[in-house]
């Protein structure tokens, strides 16, 4: 079996001076090529800051992620930026477009990183903006379109440089639930082409598209497998967050207030005030 992208006791951990945030803590899986998973948990359990790591955009505090076969801390900043761009498509929840740009314009922005642009740029451009249902709305600009046009506008985007790998944060969040079902369904045929999607969402209808689920609990791993008539079938290692003889709470929970999620730093100077205010 092919691994997309691999992470093995992944750590990451925010500095803020007298307290450390742990964002991660210790999460370790495997992505198949191939695979569609469902990215989930609580506001606050580490969903964005795993897909950061796993998009290359930040590095982990400890542990390893291997990515196409390569792990990623053996690679110097311009090298990690190569292979992101290679490898790797973005979708994001606010769409995250260039207002002054056209549909053709915001699909093309990722090919100005690359070296070499083909002459048949523009026409690729087209191609996928055809692919997501936009050929008529080529030379329209971001605010003439709907929150779904946008969607697909961006999904384009992210197909330019022909990535193995998508990664989407909560892509449909800011659409209707009709906008939500044809957007996952462009999401479920790239799959279908072997694209290989991680997904963050909270929403069971959207993880439900997906082929497998990962659900994150105050940084950690707590269920790993496929939900079918609503039971949970876990096709890994299950690591409870806290009591290992409660059932794992996927999506509910608010994050632990008082756990050992946040740590105070005690070399420096602590303002105790200051970290009352954090762990309330
Ligand atoms: P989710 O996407 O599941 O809501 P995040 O990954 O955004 O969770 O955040 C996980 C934890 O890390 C939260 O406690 C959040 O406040 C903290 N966090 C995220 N990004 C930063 C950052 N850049 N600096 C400090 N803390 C952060
Ligand atoms: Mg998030």
Redesign the pocket.
């Known amino acids: 079996m092919q691994l997309a992208a691999e992470i093995r006791d992944l750590h990451k951990y ?1 500095d ?1 001076g007298p307290v450390v ?1 742990k ?2 803590r210790g999460v370790t899986t495997e992505f198949p090529q191939g695979d569609f998973v469902a990215i989930m ?12 790591v796993l998009g290359a955009l930040d590095r982990p505090t400890s542990g390893q992620y291997i990515l196409g076969g390569q792990d990623t801390s053996q690679l110097n900043d311009d090298q990690l930026s190569a292979i992101r761009n290679q490898m790797i498509g973005f979708i994001f929840q606010s769409y995250n477009l260039i207002p002054q740009f056209t549909v053709i314009e915001n699909i093309g922005v990722p090919l100005q990183y690359m070296r070499g642009v083909r002459a048949s740029e523009e026409d690729w451009c087209v191609e996928l903006a055809e692919r997501v249902g936009l050929a008529d709305r080529l030379d329209h600009r971001p605010t003439q379109l709907s929150g779904g046009q946008q969607q697909r506008v961006a999904i384009a985007r992210a197909l330019v440089n022909d990535p193995e790998i998508i990664l989407a ?1 909560e892509p449909t969040g800011n659409l209707d639930s009709e906008t939500e079902a044809e957007i996952m369904q462009v999401l479920v045929d790239l799959n279908a082409e072997g694209r290989t999607i991680l997904m ?1 969402t909270h929403e069971q209808e959207v993880a439900k598209l997906a082929k497998r689920q990962l659900h ?1 609990k105050d ?1 950690m791993k707590v269920f790993e497998g496929v939900v079918r008539d609503g039971q949970m079938i876990s096709d890994g290692e299950v690591v409870l967050a806290d009591d290992a003889d409660s059932p794992p709470s996927p999506i509910s929970a608010p ?1 632990d207030a008082g756990s050992d ?1 946040y740590e105070v730093d005690d070399s420096g100077s602590t303002d105790g005030a200051n970290f009352n205010e954090w762990n309330e």
């Open positions: 925010y803020l945030v964002a991660l948990g609580a506001s606050g359990s580490g969903k964005s800051t795993l897909l950061n944060d963050v994150l940084g994050p999620l």
